[in-house]
């Protein structure tokens, strides 16, 4: 999405219809280290960091630099400001280190140029158990599309363990093998 259109990606309506709290909630926790890939305007992102706590830390990743402004401009003199990292990635890596809990993509892995690469980053910046949620849009991801990319994930050590029911989306949760 263009950063001029971001306004249609953080408004009342995509709310009700995507509650970030009801979404997050059975996968967060206080004290987590979460790594938000394809954040954009910080829909997701003030919530990760209110679940996470002052002794949590949301490392928060855009492609667009005018993405993460509009995050920081959110923040700025929160009290949540100090919890979030913002980091511009490139198409070819995260490019950040660390050791996640979580890693949350939201309708992002469907936008990938090379799933094998980005699985196998993935995979090395998460904890031994550390958990991956996956929410993908069936408007541009077909059933067969999503499925192959479980596969490359698990070639990249990643195993699922959840389905999360989030009609009409195809969502799954991976777990790093230990």
């Known amino acids: 999405?263009?950063?001029?259109?971001?306004?249609?990606?953080?408004?009342?309506?995509?709310?009700?219809?995507?509650?970030?709290?009801?979404?997050?909630?059975?996968?967060?926790?206080?004290?987590?280290?979460?790594?938000?890939?394809?954040?954009?305007?910080?829909?997701?992102?003030?919530?990760?960091?209110?679940?996470v706590g002052k002794s949590g830390k949301v490392v928060a990743v855009d492609l667009q630099e005018g993405m993460l402004e509009q995050v920081r401009e959110k923040i700025e003199g929160s009290d949540i400001e100090q919890n979030i990292e913002l980091h511009q990635c490139t198409e070819s890596s995260i490019g950040v280190s660390g050791s996640f809990d979580l890693a949350f993509l939201f309708y992002v892995v469907h936008e990938l140029p090379?799933?094998?690469?980005?699985?196998?980053?993935?995979?090395?910046?998460?904890?031994?158990?550390g958990r991956v949620y996956i929410e993908e849009p069936p408007f541009h991801v077909s059933k067969g599309e999503f499925e192959e990319s479980l596969r490359i994930a698990g070639d990249a050590g990643l195993t699922v363990v959840e389905k999360p029911s989030r009609f009409p989306d195809r969502a799954v949760v991976l777990e790093k093998s230990l």
């Open 1 to 51: 999405c263009p950063v001029e259109k971001s306004g249609s990606l953080d408004n009342k309506v995509r709310r009700w219809l995507q509650n970030p709290q009801k979404i997050l909630a059975p996968y967060v926790e206080e004290g987590m280290h979460v790594l938000e890939v394809g954040c954009g305007p910080g829909f997701f992102t003030l919530d990760l960091a209110w679940l």
């Open 114 to 129: 090379d799933r094998e690469a980005f699985f196998r980053e993935l995979a090395s910046l998460l904890r031994d158990g």
